[in-house]
């Protein structure tokens, strides 16, 4: 049998592309494939045979002293012990290809040539944008910022793009121009797995040869049928409370429509979200976290969604997970969100930022029949269920594994 080894920073799922890492590893395992793993140490990790090969956790911002946070920000760049450790692992299991996740400041770059070394094809799957921007999401203080694309990677610092944080902007910036230097990426990696069309040519648009980025969507968890309920519900946000995001956007439309809307999650931007419904007297609900069952159970009686985005989405899970559950989507027209409305006909788009014209859409959905929710509803859900099951989802990604092993 193959066997597959999976990176990641985090062996536990703390995020989205946490949980893809894991549930990657679940599928082929089932698929018949043998499983390796490597990542840091952390107390909330889930059980692996591989973690006497784990790094020590790896986290500058919280080291205590000048000396321990001068090693960590080095090790954030370069990870020397992720480099041996790694190396001992495939001496002992061999892999037959590797897949990266999020290894970014934490196992770091630096474990590409050794995964090269010993001939192991590396895939690495694009959860972001970091392979052409240090700061990920091509945003700053300002909006959407592609200036590193001309202007050098010094940017990131120049305009404080990590968390306005000069400090933490440097090091970013230094991690981007010492593994620039080295290649780590652009030698090292044999394919990049871009979730969404825009990904994939977004990465083409800052010099990334088009045969070296595979198109490859993610797969969605079966939804429970049980949860689809009628429409009787608001028009509703499920998902982080940030800035990024376009809530103040929609408070804003939500007050000049006067359509009630619920938004679900927690985030930094909670309480200026707050304040500003308070200030419009907006008909905005913040429900707060919702987990499991009672998520679904919100999101399966909405009467639409709603994704306000201002940066450059990948393709939102919110938006499968919303189709899956046969809701409508109203989406703004930026990253990847056009192209999960314009293939499925699940929803419509309005210009990012529009405050009126996304007032507009809320109005529109708010007045349209239950029928008509329902027909959109469905040809989403059948589209979801069709392209981004896990079955297929397998089947592509073991196409791209059989190529690189050629």
Known sequence: MPNLLSLNSYHYPRGGSDVVYLEHAGMFEAAGWNNTFFSMKHPRNLPCKDERHFTETVDWEFASGALDKARSALASVYNREARSKLRALIAERKPDIAHAHCIYHHLTPAVFPVLAEAGVPIVLTAHDLKLACPAYKMMNADGICERCR????????????????????????????????????????????????????????????????????????????????????NILYF??????????????AAAASGVPVDLVGTGPQREELEVLIAELNAPVRLLGRLDGDALWTCVGQARAVVLPSEWYENAPMSALEAMQLAR???????????????????????????????????????????????????????????EFSRERYVERMQALYSDCMA
């Open 150 to 233: 001309t202007g050098g990677r010094w940017n990131v610092v120049t305009n404080r793009c990590i968390k306005n944080s000069l400090a933490a902007s440097a090091v970013v910036g230094v991690e981007a121009y010492v593994h620039a230097l080295l290649g780590s990426y652009r030698k090292h990696l044999t394919r990049v797995v871009a979730p969404s069309r825009f990904y994939r040519d977004k990465l083409i648009e800052w010099g990334w040869e088009a045969e070296r980025i595979a198109y490859i969507p993610n797969f969605v968890p079966p939804a429970d049928d049980r949860f689809t309920g009628g429409y009787e519900g």
């Open 239 to 252: 998902g982080r409370l940030s800035e990024e995001k376009g809530l103040a956007t929609l408070v804003r």
């Open 328 to 386: 409508p989507v109203i989406g703004a027209d930026i990253g990847g969100i056009p192209e999960l409305l314009n293939e499925s006909g699940a929803g419509t788009s309005f210009p990012s930022g529009d405050v009126a014209a996304l007032a507009g859409e809320l109005a529109r959905f708010q007045t349209m029949s239950a029928s008509d929710l329902s027909a959109l509803g469905q040809v989403g859900s059948q589209h979801v269920r069709r």
